[in-house]
């Protein structure tokens, strides 16, 4: 199993959480109002003055054979308009 943490900018949210309906993700844990720099590109969402957009960021726990599948409709939403942000991470997971 994996942990895939999905961190996004806030113009996103319906569209991550349409792929996991997709997939059937129904198990997630959800921040809103999440403040980020990304570490390649991009513009800071801090929910300022300067910089007001803010992040958002989704955990959800995903079977093996799900992850390169959320990876791949993850990443082509984030192409689709790479100057908004968009990343996707994983851990692997130990179900206890």
């Not at 994996?2 to 113009?11: L, V």
């Not at 997939?23 to 959800?30: A, E, F, I, N, Q």
């Not at 809103?32 to 955990?59: C, I, Q, R």
């Amino acid at each position: 199993m994996k942990a895939a943490f999905i961190a996004y900018n806030q113009a996103f949210v319906e569209e991550v959480e349409m792929i996991l309906h997709q997939l059937s993700l129904r198990g997630y844990t959800k921040w809103e109002d999440v403040k980020g720099v990304g570490s390649k590109t991009g513009e800071p969402h801090l929910g300022s003055h300067a910089w007001p957009s803010k992040n958002m960021a989704t955990l959800c726990i995903v079977d093996d054979y799900i992850a390169p599948i959320l990876k791949k409709r993850i990443q082509g939403l984030d192409h689709s308009a790479p100057e908004q942000g968009l990343r996707i991470f994983f851990w692997d997971v130990v179900d206890v």
